[in-house]
């Protein structure tokens, strides 16, 4: 067998097993013509399952800004920002974000995903300690994997199991403590005052990720470096990290996924400028979407959520999936959400809300939602 074939065929025996425990993902189109508006496989759906959070991704003036940018600076950066490209749109982007987070500055990169990886191994290596929330989002982990300290995962948001291990471990070297303001399949807050407690006491620092809580609530929140993202509630692309200056300036010296990648392009960094605007000028608009998340949570008898993420925690894969198909019958969009994206044996639908959202989408979506989730335990029940 030549090595081409022996990939293959590695590929495809993984696949084959992946399809056996329901957990295989397929890629699908999907034309997103409006907020909430996409269309699959020649239907039209409505989406409860993007992080538009506030519809920004098909603001005229968000589009606009991004096409004005990309006429005067180019489609591509060109470069990595200290080669030649650095677009004087990437100065004002990150001056913007710390301003709106109350930070002393802000370093930008392509994404949150590379935000996070780059900046971990900077603030932690081999002898170290990182302490993180087990739900923490998949690049947390890799960041810290990448640092080389030791990893611990606490319980999710038990500052007494993170204080219990730290106790234990009584750790030699620096810790660093990461964990999410808004979880990303859960929509729950992190107990952010109580873990600051925990780090002033043990001389730790502690690092958020803010993906779902920028533009949707205000969270206050005492940690020293804080990371979010420009793709969800900014609707556009990008990842930030807010931080002491120092440390700002470090990033750029030393987070690998900054200096060894190109710049975000203009018409990117133009765009988000525009949805920041937007945000910091019309704080009505994260409260659309966060009004709209509890207006569902209370039809379908769920948990008041504090942002705009309402988690329907089915179990198992396949009947997540099945959850899934049938609102899909009905007009509505919400993918199925399986393991290892969240726990073993806690497969679900999530639902999110946006600010253009209408109440009587929502209201029809909790309606469905409630017959459909009846029937499959009825059926259920059944069978048992
Ligand atoms: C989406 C997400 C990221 C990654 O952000 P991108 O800009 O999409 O790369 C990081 N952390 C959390 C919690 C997220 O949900």
């Not at 096409?67 to 677009?87: E, W």
């Not at 234990?168 to 729950?188: H, K």
């Not at 030393?254 to 937007?278: M, N």
Request: with cysteine; aromatic share 6%; charged share 20%.
């Amino acid at each position: 067998m030549s090595s081409f074939d022996e990939i293959s065929a590695f590929a495809k025996a993984r696949l084959d097993d992946l399809e056996a425990k329901n957990l295989r993902r397929q890629l699908r189109p999907t034309d997103r013509r409006a907020s909430g508006e996409s269309w699959c496989d020649g239907a039209r759906l409505i989406s409860f399952c993007d992080n538009d959070y506030l519809g920004l991704s098909h603001d005229k003036d968000v589009i606009a800004a991004g096409a004005a940018a990309a006429r005067t600076y180019g489609a591509g950066a060109g470069a990595s920002r200290l080669v030649t490209g650095d677009c004087p749109l990437n100065t004002q982007l990150e001056e913007k974000i710390a301003a709106m987070k109350s930070m002393p500055a802000a370093r930008l990169f392509g994404a949150g995903y590379l935000a996070n990886i780059g900046t971990i191994p900077v603030l932690a290596r081999a002898g170290d300690l990182i302490l993180l929330d087990e739900l923490s989002h998949s690049c947390l982990h890799a960041g810290a994997q990448l640092s080389g300290a030791d990893i611990v995962r606490f319980r999710h948001n038990d500052v007494d199991h993170a204080r219990q291990i730290l106790l234990e471990q009584r750790p030699e070297g620096g810790i660093l403590i990461l964990t999410e303001t808004v979880f990303s399949m859960d929509g729950d807050l992190a107990p952010l005052g109580a873990l600051d407690e925990l780090a002033r006491e043990f001389g730790a620092w502690l690092m958020t990720d803010d993906a779902h809580g920028f533009g949707v609530v205000k969270i206050d929140n005492p940690a020293p470096v804080q990371m979010g993202t420009l793709s969800k509630a900014v609707g556009c692309y990008g990842g930030y990290v807010c931080g002491p200056k120092p440390l700002i300036d470090l990033l750029a010296s030393r987070a690998r996924s900054f200096v060894y990648t190109t710049g975000l392009p203009p018409g990117v960094l133009g765009s988000a400028l525009q949805a920041l605007e937007i945000i910091d000028k019309n704080d009505t608009l994260g409260e659309r979407a966060r009004a709209n998340a509890k207006r569902f949570a209370e039809l379908i008898g769920a948990p008041p959520p504090p942002a705009s993420i309402v988690p329907l925690v089915i179990g198992d894969e396949q009947n997540a999936l099945a959850l899934s198909n049938q609102l899909e019958q009905e007009g509505f969009l919400v993918t199925a959400i399986r393991p290892p994206t969240v726990p073993e044996g806690t497969a679900r639908l999530r639902f999110t809300f946006s600010a253009d959202h209408r109440e009587s989408d929502i209201d029809r979506l909790a309606s469905v939602v409630q017959t459909t989730v009846n029937e499959n335990q009825n059926s259920v029940a059944a069978r048992a």
